[in-house]
Structure formats: C-alpha cells, structure tokens
C-alpha cells in the first residue's frame, strides 16, 4: 500500500505563487512515476504534470512555462511549484503515484485563485 499526503493548497491572488508538496509513504521502492492532476468544477479530472521514472517530465499545455515539478527521491517527495497563477487553476490537486503497476490516490489540496 502507498500513502499520499499532499499540502500547499489555499487561496492566492491572479499572479501570485503557491508550492505543493506531496510525499508517498509506506512499503515501496522504485515508484514509476509521480504526479499532480487537477479537477475543476463541473469539469474532468486532467494531467497538470507528471515525473516518470527516467527523468521524463510531461506539462499540460495549459501551464507550461508557469508551473514546474521536481521530485525528491530520497524522500519520495513530489513538487509543484505554480507561478503566474490564474483563476482559470482554481480546482482542486490531486497528487498521483504509479507504483506496481497500480495508480494511488491523495486526498487533494484545493487552490483558488482569485482575480
């Protein structure tokens, strides 16, 4: 079983900053890949950013340029770090792991950005 424990969510005006964090827990050792998605309101769950083992990083087009992610893999840690925020990002994050062929869950963080 791995759990997922995210922070960093809150309120921030149009342009301003905010850092998740997410850190996985418990029997793992090699995670294949880690990441953030988001839902909005009345809209689907969709891919902001993802790490996959090898280094590779993927971006929503949406935030591309704005928003970054790291990983700590000694802590089996994922990072977003959002710049440039938007009220079009207001939804709530989930953190996202694959590990064993099998997707776990955070309880997700809400970030509203206001105008």
């Known amino acids: 079983q791995v759990q997922l424990v995210e922070s960093g969510g809150g309120l921030v005006q149009a342009g301003g900053s905010l850092r998740l964090s997410c850190a996985a827990s418990g029997s793992i050792f090699s995670i294949t890949a880690m990441g953030w998605y988001r839902q909005a309101p009345g809209k689907q769950r969709e891919l902001v950013a993802a790490?996959?083992?090898?280094?590779?990083?993927k971006y929503a087009d949406s935030v591309k340029g704005r928003f970054t992610i790291s990983r700590d893999n000694g802590k089996n840690t994922v990072y977003l770090q959002m710049n440039s925020l938007k009220p079009e990002d207001t939804a709530v994050y989930y953190c996202n792991c694959v590990y064993l062929s099998r997707n776990y869950w955070g309880q997700g963080t809400r970030v509203t950005v206001s105008s």
């Open positions: 790490i996959i083992s090898g280094g590779n990083i």
